[in-house]
Each structure stands twice: as structure tokens, then as C-alpha cells.
């Protein structure tokens, strides 16, 4: 989730895309993303499984603090629109 959200707000503030527009191209990251992790995954079984999947939940936080010139760091990443409620 964390990897879509970044991929969508980095397209819309550094790219001033649409923010619904954006959404396919952070299911395709976030897609290729999950296949890059769990296609090596599907080897592990047992504990050896739930240490991989506790180690993505780990790394993945780190890498905005990580790419902060790109993310924001801890501040985070501001949109270049705000989202309406019109579409509720």
C-alpha cells in the first residue's frame, strides 16, 4: 500500500498528473513490486515464509526516510491538487 500511495503522489507532485490517472501506473509498480518479492517467496515455507514477509514489512517503511530527496522524508509528500468529494 505504502509503495502505491508514494507512486501516486510522486506522479502527481513532480509530474502534475491527474490523481486518478496515476492509478494504474502505481497498480503496475505496485504489481511488479509484489511478483519481484513473491515469486522468490514461493520457495520459502514455514517460518522461513513469515521471516520474509516480516522482513518486507520492515524495509519498506525505511525506504521513503531512505529517498527522502524524492519522498519527502519524515515530513512526507504533498499533492499538487487537493482530492474532491465529489466522487463519494
Known amino acids: ?3 502505491g500511495g508514494y507512486v501516486t503522489a510522486i506522479m ?5 498528473t491527474n490523481l486518478i490517472a496515476t492509478l494504474p501506473l502505481a497498480f503496475a509498480i505496485t504489481f511488479a513490486c509484489g511478483v519481484l518479492v513473491g515469486i522468490p517467496a514461493l520457495r520459502l515455507s514455514g517460518v522461513y515464509l ?5 522482513a518486507l514489512a520492515v524495509s519498506v517503511p525505511q525506504f521513503p526516510l531512505k ?10 509528500i504533498q499533492t499538487s491538487e487537493t482530492p474532491t468529494h465529489i466522487w463519494l
Request: net charge neutral; proline share 0%.
Open 1 to 3: 500500500m505504502a509503495i
Open 12 to 16: 502527481s507532485h513532480d509530474h502534475h
Open 50 to 54: 513469515a521471516l520474509a514477509t516480516f
Open 67 to 76: 529517498f527522502s530527496k524524492f519522498t519527502g522524508g519524515s515530513n512526507g
